[in-house]
Structures are given as structure tokens and as C-alpha cells.
Antibody, heavy 118, light 106 residues
Framework: QVQLQESGPGLVKPSQTLSLTCTVS??????????WNWIRQNPGKGLEWIGY???????YSDPSLNSRVAMSVDTSKNQLSLKLNSVTAADTAVYYC??????????WGQGTMVTVSS | SYELTQPLSVSVAPGQTASVTCGGK??????VHWYQQKPGQAPVLVIY???NRPSGIPERFSGSNSENTATLTISRARAGDEADYYC?????????FGGGTKLTVL
């Protein structure tokens, strides 16, 4: 079955760029039909949606973040990527990737913790 | 922007029925999805498009939706149902999550 796995640095310095990858296994991103999302969760807080990307490369992100967010897809590697620039301590969170199927996030990665600190 | 309101916490005795609500303007006209998240784990989809259960989710979980409130109902609650529960909808091309409800089974 389809599985998602996030990866990337666990520590990022303030004002730098956070870069994460989500590797999809058990299925091909390029087959289409799904939106691939990024979600984060600050420690002890609720879920915050960051944005989605379609296999064609079209993206949409939350208006509160979209000036700092860049998402891309590499269908040859079956990977998604997220870049968030100008990070601050408020960006410290567990970052998840998830597949949207018929509107619902039916498959999630295990999440990766990113701490913003000097 | 669209907002979803959930109670911070709900308590239920083992074997009883728990109801977790999700309030939103005219939410009855939207597809509502529900997620369960246990400590240290990723969220898991338990109800999609109102009242549909993914494979592997017990029949004890059900959903309903009308007017301004969607409800996740957990029948015959068990200790293993203790978790945070989040509702989610789409609005204007964006994903909206409720703030989450901590369900305690005691």
C-alpha cells in the first residue's frame, strides 16, 4: 500500500530556509487523482495546513504562509518537497505530508520534527 | 476566513457514547472529515465525507452533519479511543482544521 515518509534536517537556524522531502512508496505520484499536502503541528497544538501540490506541479498554500512557502514535485523520484523561508521559532513543529483522496487525508507520513534555534 | 469550532475536551465513561462536535457556518453543506490522533503518532482518518468509515475503522465510529454542526459519535467507548480528534473541511480551495478535542475515557 502507499506509504509516505518525511525527511530533512531536524534543526534549522532562524532566518534560514527549512527544506523537507516526502518520499512516496507503493504508488506513483504521476498517476494523478490525488492532492499531496503538507501539514504541521506546533508542540502541544493543533493541526495547521500549509498547502498542497498536484502531480502536474500546480500548488496552493495557506494565505498566511504562502509568501514563505514553495512546494515542488519530482515525479522521477516520486518525491514532494517543501521549502519554508525566513523561519522563526514559531515554525518549530512536526511536519507531515499527507495524501488527499476525495477531499480527505487518507494517508499520512509519520511526521518529522523540525526545531528552529540558533 | 472559514472557522471550525470544537470543544477543548470531552469525557466519556467506558462503554458509553461520546459525541465530539464541530461547529461552522453552514457546515451542513460541506463534506466533513474526522481524524484521530494519539500521542506521538500521526493523525488517522476515521470518518470521511460525513459518515463513511475507511477500511479498518470500527463501526462504533460514525458521523453526522446538519446546519451549523457536525458530530463525530463514538459508541461503546473504550480506553483505546482516548485521543485528540480533529474535524476538517475544504473552503475556498483551502483545508480548514478544527482546533481539536481531547477525548478522555474514564
Amino acid at each position: 500500500q502507499v506509504q509516505l515518509q518525511e525527511s530533512g534536517p531536524g534543526l534549522v537556524k532562524p532566518s534560514q530556509t527549512l527544506s523537507l522531502t516526502c518520499t512516496v512508496s507503493g504508488g506513483s505520484i504521476s498517476s494523478g487523482g490525488y492532492y499531496w499536502n503538507w501539514i504541521r503541528q506546533n508542540p502541544g497544538k493543533g493541526l495547521e495546513w500549509i498547502g498542497y501540490i498536484y502531480h502536474t506541479g500546480s500548488t496552493y498554500s495557506d494565505p498566511s504562509l504562502n509568501s514563505r512557502v514553495a512546494m515542488s514535485v519530482d515525479t522521477s523520484k516520486n518525491q514532494l518537497s517543501l521549502k519554508l523561508n525566513s523561519v522563526t521559532a514559531a515554525d518549530t513543529a512536526v511536519y507531515y505530508c499527507a495524501r488527499v483522496n476525495s477531499g480527505a487525508m487518507d494517508i499520512w507520513g509519520q511526521g518529522t520534527m523540525v526545531t528552529v534555534s540558533s | 476566513s472559514y472557522e471550525l469550532t470544537q470543544p477543548l475536551s470531552v469525557s466519556v465513561a467506558p462503554g458509553q457514547t461520546a459525541s465530539v462536535t464541530c461547529g461552522g457556518k453552514n457546515i451542513g453543506g460541506k463534506n466533513v472529515h474526522w481524524y484521530q490522533q494519539k500521542p506521538g503518532q500521526a493523525p488517522v482518518l476515521v470518518i470521511y465525507r460525513g459518515n463513511n468509515r475507511p477500511s479498518g475503522i470500527p463501526e462504533r465510529f460514525s458521523g453526522s452533519n446538519s446546519e451549523n454542526t457536525a458530530t463525530l459519535t463514538i459508541s461503546r467507548a473504550r480506553a483505546g479511543d482516548e485521543a485528540d480528534y480533529y474535524c476538517q473541511v475544504w473552503d475556498s480551495n483551502s483545508v480548514i482544521f478544527g482546533g481539536g478535542t481531547k477525548l478522555t475515557v474514564l
